[in-house]
């Protein structure tokens, strides 16, 4: 798939392509449906399928304070690639973008720059300042400049919509398994590692601590599974999850030590690989699977020391791992 970032970027050029339109945070089941009425109206005209996304997304620009957004660049890129997207454009949302009209989107950015013949998108978005273009107008814009517009009816799976907002709202509270099942994927954040405090080895039990780009949403305070991809590590133990290590992961402040701490810290701990901050992982991708606990302040080290060892334990039971962990790597 290739990858075009900027309306102004020379390798954009004006070729007759079928365009999905849309943010496509997290690429959710309802953007499924989307790319799946793009995929067949270019096979039926004979054009490549371009997805047409933003950054930064809308709503970190015009939603309210903390809509921050739940994709991931690299998820977001690898799946759409398995949707059948032949080009993917990621336009800069600028100041000069967001106070264009409707129209002129549609003149010179739709049909000028990407020679575009027909637009797929969801019945909920709109183009132009102030969002002033819906669906219907739209297929009006789509009639006066020579490209069609198909307009895909918003999805619901047990009588909720789908959408980011509810995604989002799912991943604050926590709420992986609602979150995943919306999503149609695990939910994904990627980051780098950073150094910790170190007290996750000192209890037999290393982590590998991640920074998080300010924009991605972190899920709501508490420990997961997960599955980890890492660049560095060695290939991973369990054939049923042949794209990442099992893991415990913590999110959230470490209210024992200290209750004020970062909410948005993720602690990382890999089972049966011995690995930390300083163990060779360099980008880090954890896809979340499911919520084992609240997070909650211990009594003493102990306590918490003897609780993680439930987790994890509890984790190898789930992965089908062997009870005691193989040996260390590094």
């Known amino acids: 798939m290739e990858i075009i970032k900027g309306f102004d970027n020379p390798a954009l050029q004006p070729t007759r392509r079928v365009v999905a339109d ?18 067949r109206a270019a096979q039926e005209l004979g054009a490549p399928l371009t997805a047409l996304t933003f950054e930064p997304a809308p709503v970190e620009v015009f939603g309210p304070c903390g809509s921050l957004n739940v994709r991931l660049a690299l998820a977001r890129e690898r799946g759409l690639e398995q949707l059948g997207v032949d080009t993917l454009v990621i336009a800069n949302f600028n100041e000069e973008l967001r106070q264009i009209s409707a129209e002129q989107f549609a003149r010179e950015y739709i049909v000028e720059r990407l020679g575009t013949v027909a637009v797929i998108l969801s019945e909920s978005h709109s183009w132009g300042r102030n969002a002033e273009a819906d669906p219907s107008r739209i297929q009006e814009l789509g009639s006066k400049y020579g490209f069609g517009v198909r307009v895909i009816p918003l999805i619901t799976l047990d009588g909720e919509v789908i959408s980011s907002s509810t995604i989002r709202n799912f991943l604050w509270a926590g709420k992986i398994g609602p979150a995943n099942r919306l999503l149609g994927h695990p939910y994904a954040l990627y980051g780098l590692p950073q150094p910790g405090a170190g007290r996750g080895r000192a209890m037999g039990f290393p982590t590998i601590n991640l920074r998080v780009p300010p924009a991605k949403l972190v899920p709501g305070p508490g420990v997961y599974s997960a599955v980890v991809e890492a660049d560095g590590l060695p290939e991973p133990p369990v054939a049923t999850y042949p794209l990442g290590w099992p893991a415990a992961v913590s999110v959230g402040a470490a209210p024992t030590f200290e209750p004020d701490g970062d909410p948005r810290t993720v602690e990382v701990h890999l089972l049966s690989i011995n690995v930390d901050d300083s163990g060779g992982a360099q980008g880090v991708m954890v896809q979340f699977l499911d919520r084992l606990r609240d997070q909650r302040a211990f009594a003493s080290e102990e306590e918490l020391k003897a609780q993680i060892h439930a987790d994890v334990d509890q984790l190898r039971r789930q992965f089908r791992l062997p009870t005691a962990p193989a040996t260390a790597a590094d």
Not at 29 to 36: E, K, P, S, T
């Open 22 to 39: 849309g943010s496509f945070d997290g690429v959710h089941l309802g953007h499924r449906a989307v790319f799946d009425a793009a995929l």
